[in-house]
Structures are given as structure tokens and as C-alpha cells.
């Protein structure tokens, strides 16, 4: 029965309540009738609501209406559409990249295009729940390696038996905020003939030189790399992209389901994410920002956590885990601090593994260092 299975849920703690926004994304915010201060959100430059990206908007829906009218393959790939892969995969340094109406849906395409029965796919345990959805819907063997495991993934692959073998990872973790070995990984996709797909959801924009991402972070380039990136997080708009070797993404063309079969974007949006593109490649000022918003937190929450028996996992980026444990603590230390006029949202399973409830604590460029203290009083003023 759905009314027993809802009735367990709210049991669990594990009931999802969405809180109702009356203003634009951005380090004040009114949700539910108050107004807060946010560390909601994954807007890491600031750009969500950011002025430039507005009038860029606003001139393109002048100039292209409001909707695309039919997929990319029926009449619906615009000029912006065209112009921002273009640029999407020169400024990755990448051949080429696809669009996607969301990462979900290019994470869907990404694997289901590489892969498929008799194939295996080698996946990080703590990938996004989209990774997780496309490769069961490939068809191919999924064989799951513990988080960040290099040496368990190597013997796995060797091993394996399959002829084409994907390794997919997160880039950035969603929920963990820590980063990919991806150097190792590479490596280990160049021993074993297998390609290597990384979702960069939490990265692009943020790491590396200019925001290219993980793999720039690494220095990292190979014909056997495909970049999955999200452009409604730091981006601050919607959408994301495949990017890829020029084989690749010819075959991406021909075989994604989430592109062929749906509605392309907007053509306002690409003209948005054009602006956006470039304000990403601008905006050293504001990473450097973010960074040091990042250290100011870590420094002075890692003593209040181990008082508190919260564990503050190791995170150098904008996303910082506070463990909590248990469902229901965990949501009322969230209350407690919506309480206090401070938004953080508790994340529990499935989101993340049982037992591992957490604030995720996102912070932005947008943040002031003021912002940030006023965190640490509020954690500092809630007594357990
Ligand atoms: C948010 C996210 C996605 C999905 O991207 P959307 O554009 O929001 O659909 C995919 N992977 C990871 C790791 C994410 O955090």
C-alpha cells in the first residue's frame, strides 16, 4: 500500500519535504515566508542570478522566442545551440561536445551509448544517482569498486572479461565534496583498454586552470576521456554536455536516446551559457574567493565538529560534508539552524549510505566571508 509505505518513510526520517523559494538563488534567500542565509545551493561562481547573464538572456529571447519547437535532429539545433558546443569543447581542450537538456540526461546518454550487454562498466561506490540509473538501463554488468579504490579497481579490470569496459566516475563526489584520483584512473583506463567517463557536475567551472575541471586540474588528456559537465550548477543557467574525441561524439550523435527523442533546450539558454562561458574563463577573482571562503570554514569547523562528535570528512571543495549520523539528529540539527535564519539542507539515504545523514554545506563565490562566520555562530550556538 502507498499509505503504509509513505507512513514508513516519515517513520525513517526519511521523508522528503521541498521548501518553497520567493526570491532568485543567491546567498539570501526567502524560503518558506523567511528570509535566510543560504548555503544551499550549487551556484559556486554566483552566477545564478547574476546581471550579465540576465541581459544576455532577456536579448535572446528577443531575438530566438521562448522554446527550440523539436529536438536537435528535427529542426530544433539552433545557431547559439551550435555556437556554445563549439566553444564548450575548445575551451576543454576537448574535440567536441553535445548538448543535453540536464546531466542526468547526458549522463544517461554517455553510458548508454558506450556500453551495452556483455559490455561492464567499473563505478566509483559513491557516484551520482544518475551514473548509477544510466548503467542499468545500458544493460551492461556493473561492478561497483569501493570509493576511490585505484588498486581494487586495477584487479577488477584485469580480471574482467569483457571487451569494452567503461570506468565512470564523479569528478568532484556530490555529497562528499572530495576529488577523483583521476590521474590514477586514466592510467589504469590506459592498461586495461578501457575508456574512462567522468562527471564533472561539481567541477566544471570551479577546477582546474579557468574552471576546465577536473581533468585539467590533473592535466589530464587522452582520447579515451569523456567529460560529462552540468551547466545549472557553477554555470548557473541549465543544461550540460558530453564532451569527447571527435569518434566519440560521432557516435554520441547518432545513438543518444535523451537527445534524439526530446526537445532541444531553449535557444535563449545556449545565448545565456555563451555569456556564461565567458564570465567562467574570467572568473579566477571569484575562484580564488570561493577557496579561500573554503579553508575559513574547514579551519574553524573541524574543532567545533570533533566536539560535537560530527565528522567533517576531508573536502577541498565547495561542498563540505557534516556528518551527522543519524536521520532524524541530522534533520534536527537543519531545523535548528533554519531556526537560527541559516538554510542547510540534511541529505539522507538513499541520497547518501545508512548512517551517513549530513548537512551538505555548499558554499559560493557569492558568499561573503561574513556570511561564513555567521555559519560557524549558529553550529557554535546549538547545543546537542
Ligand atoms: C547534479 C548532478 C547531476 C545531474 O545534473 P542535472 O543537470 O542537475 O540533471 C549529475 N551528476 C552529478 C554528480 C550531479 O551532482
Redesign the pocket.
Known amino acids: 500500500m502507498i499509505e503504509d509505505k509513505l507512513a514508513a518513510l516519515a517513520e525513517q526520517g526519511l521523508y522528503r519535504h521541498r521548501r518553497l523559494v520567493d526570491s532568485p538563488c543567491g546567498p539570501r534567500m526567502v524560503v518558506d515566508g523567511r528570509s535566510v542565509l543560504a548555503f544551499a545551493s ?1 551556484d559556486y561562481l554566483g552566477f545564478a542570478n547574476d546581471q550579465r547573464l540576465i541581459e544576455a538572456t532577456v536579448d535572446a529571447v528577443r531575438r530566438w522566442g521562448v522554446g527550440a519547437g523539436a529536438s536537435h535532429y528535427l529542426g530544433g539545433h539552433f545557431r547559439p545551440h551550435d555556437d556554445l558546443e563549439h566553444q564548450l569543447a575548445h575551451f576543454l581542450g576537448l574535440d567536441a561536445a553535445s548538448l543535453f537538456s ?6 544517461l546518454a554517455a553510458v548508454t551509448v558506450m556500453v551495452g550487454r556483455g559490455d561492464a562498466v567499473f563505478a566509483d561506490r559513491l ?2 544517482a ?2 548509477i540509473d544510466a548503467v542499468r538501463l545500458s544493460g551492461a554488468d556493473s561492478i561497483r569498486y569501493r570509493h576511490g579504490d585505484v588498486a581494487g579497481l586495477e584487479n577488477l579490470l584485469a580480471n574482467a572479461k569483457a571487451s569494452t569496459r567503461l570506468i565512470v566516475t ?1 569528478g568532484v ?2 555529497m562528499d565534496g572530495d576529488i577523483a584520483p583521476l590521474a590514477d584512473l586514466l592510467a589504469v583506463a590506459e592498461r586495461h583498454d578501457a575508456w574512462l567517463l567522468v ?1 564533472d ?2 567541477a566544471f567551472g570551479v577546477l582546474g586552470p579557468k574552471g576546465r575541471g577536473t581533468a585539467a586540474l590533473f592535466g589530464l588528456s587522452s582520447p579515451r576521456l569523456l567529460v ?1 559537465g ?4 557553477a554555470a548557473g543557467v ?3 554536455f558530453v564532451a569527447g574525441s571527435e569518434l566519440a561524439s560521432r557516435w554520441l550523435r547518432q545513438k543518444a536516446r535523451t537527445s534524439i527523442f526530446t526537445t532541444a533546450s531553449p535557444p535563449m539558454l545556449a545565448c545565456a551559457l555563451i555569456e556564461s562561458l565567458r564570465l567562467i574563463e574570467d572568473a579566477d577573482d571569484r575562484r580564488q574567493h570561493l577557496t579561500d571562503l573554503i579553508r575559513r570554514f574547514r579551519q574553524a569547523a573541524a574543532p567545533l565538529c570533533a566536539s560535537r562528535g560530527w565528522r567533517l570528512p576531508p573536502s577541498e571543495t565547495a561542498i563540505q560534508p557534516l556528518i551527522v549520523g543519524d536521520n532524524r539528529e541530522c534533520v534536527a540539527l537543519a531545523d535548528a539552524l533554519l531556526a537560527r535564519a541559516i538554510w542547510a539542507p540534511a541529505i539522507r539515504p538513499p541520497t547518501v549510505p545508512v548512517g551517513q545523514a549530513r548537512l551538505r554545506i555548499s558554499l559560493s563565490a557569492a558568499h561573503s566571508v561574513d556570511d561564513v562566520d555567521q555559519l560557524i555562530e549558529a553550529l557554535l550556538a546549538i547545543r546537542p
Request: net charge negative; no cysteine.
Open positions: 550549487n540536464t546531466g542526468y540526461m547526458a549522463n557516484n551520482h544518475s551514473l564523479d563526489f556530490s562527471d557536475a561539481h560529462v552540468t551547466l545549472g550548477k541549465a543544461g550540460a
